[in-house]
């Protein structure tokens, strides 16, 4: 065994993580296309969907994203009349994100989603659960 064999691409954990996240990404795409999101704009919407209103610093907690990423992506969403984001009364410093009414709409096209996406995937509830799982532990740990 070489010392460099630690460098092989195949003994490397992080790179099936990133190659299955861009795979699932690409899945989602025509569903997404039918609702003019993009998949960052969609667990945008999934946050705001459940909360209705949030700050700028819960939601990027929520979807491990900073708001340099996450302000443009707003910004593009408002346009689009999905959310509203208004400053802080309190704390100027504090952006608070709204969903819309035609926000809330774009709901009931987007339910259909996560079924179809689950036909994507090849894997029984038990393995999707440990799946799951592994990976928010795996998350907890690189968040650090």
Not at 3 to 14: G, S, V
Not at 68 to 77: E, N
Not at 117 to 138: H, I, Q, R
């Amino acid at each position: 065994m070489s010392k460099y064999d630690c460098l092989r691409l195949d003994h490397q954990l992080c790179f099936p993580i990133y190659a299955c996240s861009r795979g699932i990404v690409k899945k989602y795409k025509p569903f997404l296309d039918e609702l003019d999101l993009t998949y960052t704009q969609y667990i945008v919407m999934m946050v705001l969907w459940e909360k209705q209103e949030c700050n700028v610093k819960e939601l990027g907690n929520a979807l491990f994203l900073d708001s340099g990423t996450l302000t443009p992506l707003l910004k593009k969403m408002e346009a689009k009349g999905l959310v509203s984001r208004t400053r802080s009364t309190t704390d100027e410093r504090n952006v608070i994100i709204c969903i819309t009414e035609e926000g809330m709409k774009l709901r009931d096209q987007a339910v259909t989603i996560p079924a179809k996406m689950g036909g994507c995937v090849d894997l029984s509830k038990d393995e999707a659960k440990t799946l799951y799982k592994l990976l928010y532990k795996v998350l907890a740990n690189v968040e650090k």
